[in-house]
């Protein structure tokens, strides 16, 4: 079931990497894509950064509203995932786009209102922090995470639980050509103590 | 065996966010981190982005000397990955450091001479492109890669091929207090036609 996540939680929700869907919203239009380019760049407050190429509808959205979504895409979606990913809103003629297209169930974001996918494991919004330079060079988009949820059938009590009892809600990470490496195993590493990073 | 990968497919390596130790080098001194929070920001120059705090030695090293690597640790170096996480070099009296406290063997990267470590299935050398807006704001540092090398029995032909009889070469993914989630089944998502992104 989703239940919020403290937003002190929130990067790790995304601190192991999945391939994200990206979602926007402006004046009645809505867009989603897929991305496998993004990480969080800070716990507190907790704010990612993620790739727009310049190319995309979803660039557009993003720069007009102010705000974007990435929501994490599990196992059972990794076919979703792809479609989403290999069409442009843009190619759609209005009023359908991709959630039309492609009947993806979805729901309001609780802070921001943007359209969230159904079905997903994990979900934050975020608000834009403009950085020009680094779009422009780099195409690197940071944002502030200002709602974080999951599905607590995989994330609980600030943690990924991913288990052989709930494979399908697992996450999946983009090795190119469609093709989704899923987490299978969790291991511990050794701590020798705890301690700084570096 | 240790192989090169042409520079328009490195990105690849770590397209599906895998935990990467960050190696660096200046003066004599050198130093490995564990890093949760890297992605790529471009194909083609093939360019990347990491998170590297304020407060590390990895980041007087890299500023220093331009350049840092990413290494791409599989399952078989969860419990290094950690212990290499949880420890400062900067705690480490000269001339030890944690390539000795730790026992790491080691190589130089071809171009860049950084020190890479053996039994990682992945290699990337970058140059560091100076962004301080970036570095500042973010701790966020981009790089230009211009080396990349693959372990063949698990990296071959431009694409990542796990499978089970290579499972201990698998790439791991930093769930957080040292879990690591390990990649484990592959599959396809199913495209409908190919198109741009967005």
Known sequence: ???????????????????????????????????????????????????????????????????????IPCRDQAGL????????????????DKFVRFGIEHFAGPVLGLPLLAG????????????????????????EVVSAQADDAVFAQGRWSMREDNAALHTIHHLGGGQFGVIGEVVQGQIAADGANG
Not at 81 to 90: D, F, I, N, P
Not at 120 to 143: A, H, I, K, M, N
């Open 81 to 96: 995932t792809a479609r989403v990913g290999h069409t442009s809103g843009r190619e759609i003629a209005a009023p359908d």
């Open 120 to 143: 997903c494991v994990g979900w934050l919004e975020c608000r834009w922090l403009s950085e020009p330079r680094s779009e422009q060079l780099y195409d690197t988009f940071f944002g």
């Open 1 to 71: 079931m989703r239940q919020p996540v403290a937003l002190a939680h929130a990067c790790r929700l995304v601190n192991h990497g999945p391939t994200v869907l990206v979602c926007s919203a402006h004046g009645g239009r809505r867009n989603v894509m897929a991305a496998a380019w993004s990480m969080p760049v800070e716990f507190t407050p907790p704010r990612v950064a993620v790739v727009i190429d310049k190319s995309t509808y979803s660039r557009e959205l993003i720069t007009a509203s102010g705000a974007f979504a990435l929501c």
